[in-house]
């Protein structure tokens, strides 16, 4: 590609290149293998050549002494290769106009082509002056921005590249953002009034193969996390066709797990997530046909769960209790009667989740009512000028009650009371005359207007 030349023109071979040897962290970023600090776009990089290993500029011209640190060979000034230095970048070097043929052979003409040329790409790039924007605007267009799920701190990013040596330099300050997901949480389980309880709850339909369906009211408002990891599931199918591999007669029946061994099933996130038998008002194994999670111990819930058969208090403050049987209770009575393989608490007949229907999600209605949400800030913010033009219209209204800047008619005022006889726009006549000519029918006219209730405002001060 370079035609095998270094930048001087000098013939280059293979032996003479250099193979450089990063290092990467566990979250798979180059760092200094001295030092264990990052790299980033102002960090002084360089490589030592002997070695090929990449170092920052500080480990080495400190603390290497002359020896490479990792491979232990020495080096000498001239083996050190500066690959990145940001504080010592040369300036840029002026362009240099390409030229034709014809513009060697008419060098005028190129002149004064390149001339035009350059003033008109000047005009061009010049921008046009814009006017201000105006305070209001400015408002809205920075909450528009601003997320709906922006905390009132910082993230502390740069208070922390200020007084540590390990974290790149931050000179602006980061809005630290509450998750979305909690915040979900948050308002699910927020206390409601007893009537709007239907609402915070889902509902779901959990087909089998037993010739029937159990139907599940599942408790959003007392374990929201675990409903929402069991909601999404069943929405990406995790559920279909997963047996019930686990059934104790007169105790419980346990599911969730796809390979059907019992030792599967992983959380919608991939990862265990928190129990929630300790939240306020959480539900408990009181009653036969209680939907639990299953578990390995504290905060190691997944995707397995079980129904219980009858009350076991001994469950409580283990298992996270969110749903219970609401219908088809003839369908977990057959599940019980199953026979289980010899020694074992496997179904001697396998009892599957065919599917899982869901009629009622309360976190689909709150996503629906954060994105309505979003929709008219960004509405109101496309109609702020138009808005604004508006409100201006609506305060041309002076002290006296009287629009600013109103057309005035030609012809003769309509009406009675002073002033009848004046022509809009001409002198003012004298004050004897105009008091002088006034009868009685204008008087009257007169005190009907005073009765009138006048219209008040402010104004926007443009006429003082």
């Not at 346990?254 to 061994?261: E, K, M, R, Y």
């Not at 190691?300 to 219908?327: C, E, W, Y």
């Amino acid at each position: 590609e370079h035609n095998n030349t270094d930048p001087k023109g000098n013939p280059l071979k293979p032996s003479d290149l250099v193979a450089l040897n990063y290092h990467r962290n566990s979250k798979n970023q180059l760092h200094d293998p001295v030092s264990f600090k990052t790299f980033s776009e102002h960090s002084h990089i360089v490589a030592i050549k002997t070695t090929g290993n990449v170092f920052l500029a500080d480990s080495v011209g400190k603390l290497a002494g002359g020896r490479d640190l990792v491979s232990d060979v020495p080096f000498t000034r001239a083996d050190i290769i500066t690959l990145q230095n940001p504080h010592e970048a040369p300036a840029p070097a002026p362009p240099v106009p390409r030229t034709t043929a014809s513009a060697e052979q008419n060098p005028t003409a190129s002149s004064s082509k390149a001339s035009k040329s350059t003033s008109a790409d000047a005009s061009k790039k010049q921008p046009a002056a814009e006017p201000p924007a105006s305070s209001a605007l400015a408002k809205a267009r920075k909450a528009a921005a601003q997320p709906y799920n922006a905390s009132p701190y910082s993230t502390g990013a740069a208070g922390a590249s200020l007084t540590s040596t390990s974290l790149d330099p931050l000179t602006k300050g980061e809005m630290a953002l509450y998750d979305e997901e909690e915040l979900m949480y948050e308002d699910i389980s927020r206390e409601r009034k007893e009537k709007d309880r239907i609402k915070r709850r889902a509902y779901v339909r959990m087909v089998t193969n037993m010739g029937g369906s159990l139907n599940l009211e599942l408790f959003c408002d007392k374990a929201p996390k675990t409903c929402y990891n069991f909601l999404m599931l069943a929405r990406e199918g995790k559920y279909d066709d997963c047996p019930f591999h686990r059934l104790i007669p007169g105790f419980m029946i346990q599911g969730g797990d796809p390979t059907g061994t019992g030792r599967g099933g992983q959380s919608y996130w991939g990862t265990p997530f928190r129990d929630e038998y300790d939240l306020k008002n959480a539900e408990k194994h009181t009653e036969r046909g209680v939907l639990s999670m299953a578990n390995k111990g504290a905060a190691t819930n997944g995707s397995q769960f079980f129904i219980i058969f009858r009350a076991t208090p001994h469950l409580d403050g283990k298992h996270t209790v969110f749903g219970k049987l609401v219908g088809g209770e003839e369908i977990l009575a057959a599940m019980e009667a199953t026979p289980v393989q010899p020694g074992t608490d496997k179904p001697a007949k396998p009892i599957k989740i065919t599917e899982v229907i869901i009629y009622q999600d309360p976190f689909e209605d709150y996503k629906k009512r954060v994105a309505n949400k979003i929709q008219k800030q960004a509405d109101s913010l496309s109609g702020s000028k138009a808005g604004q033009s508006g409100e201006k219209a609506k305060d041309q209204v002076n002290w006296f009650g009287e629009k600013i800047g109103a057309s005035k008619s030609t012809g003769l005022t309509s009406g009675g009371g002073v002033g009848k006889y004046l022509k809009s726009g001409g002198p003012p006549p004298p004050a004897s005359s105009t008091v002088g000519k006034r009868g009685a029918g204008e008087i009257g006219s007169g005190v009907d207007d005073k009765k009138k209730k006048r219209k008040m405002g402010f104004g926007d001060f443009e006429s003082w």
